[in-house]
Structure formats: structure tokens, C-alpha cells
């Protein structure tokens, strides 16, 4: 799981992640119409980091919070945010459902011309 850490701490903060995405309406407008296709199962998120995890640590959501936990005190968990590509990037202590390889197919196909992903 060293792997996540690393990929977390790659993330573009909130700040930045704001900053490149621009065309909002446009790309709201395309997407809302494929997540209907999947009965709105699936949202959207704006992925950024939230601080810099160590190695060994992932960001958990437990309830409405996500904080660094460490993976020996993580219990059990599930991916809950996914890159683009279907790369987990942050967990929650409860089961959720994972997009289809179709929806992020069709999702990489609006965003990655966009520089989005």
C-alpha cells in the first residue's frame, strides 16, 4: 500500500485542482448525462490532496471525516475515490459500490482531452 501514499501525495492541492478545471459547465453538462445512464449511482468529485500522508498511511473517511490513518490501525476498508483510470486514492470504513470499467472508459474519454484527469 506504500504505493497509495505516494500516489496521494502526487495529487494537485484544492487550490490547484480548482485552478485547472475551467470549463465546469460544459463538462457538468456531458457528464450529468452519463452518470444518469448509470442511475446516478456515481458522483463527481474534484480530486485533490488534503495533506501529505507517509508511507504505510492512507486517507480514510470515517463518517464525514477523512483523516491519514495508518494501515495496521485502518481495520477494514474500501476504496470510496477513484482517479480516472480506476485508481483508488481514498478509502472509507464503509462497503460502496465501484464504477464499472464502462463508466470510467466513457469518463476518461470526456476528461482526458481536458488535461482533467
Not at 19 to 44: H, M, P, Q, S
Not at 54 to 80: D, F, H, R, T
Request: proline content about 7%; overall charge negative.
Amino acid at each position: 500500500m506504500a504505493e497509495v501514499s505516494r500516489l496521494y501525495n502526487k495529487l494537485p492541492t484544492l487550490g490547484d485542482a480548482d485552478d485547472t478545471f475551467v470549463d465546469r459547465d460544459n463538462v457538468f453538462k456531458i457528464l450529468a448525462v452519463l452518470l444518469a445512464e448509470y442511475g446516478n449511482t456515481f458522483g463527481l468529485c474534484l480530486v485533490h490532496s488534503h495533506c501529505k500522508l507517509i508511507e504505510g498511511e492512507i486517507m480514510l473517511q470515517k463518517g464525514n471525516m477523512s483523516q491519514p490513518e495508518k494501515l495496521e490501525n485502518a481495520g477494514v476498508y474500501y476504496p470510496n475515490r477513484w482517479l480516472s483510470g480506476g485508481v483508488p486514492y481514498e478509502f472509507t470504513t464503509k462497503q460502496s459500490p465501484t464504477p464499472p470499467w464502462a463508466l470510467l472508459g466513457q469518463f476518461c474519454h470526456v476528461v482526458k482531452p481536458l488535461e482533467l484527469d
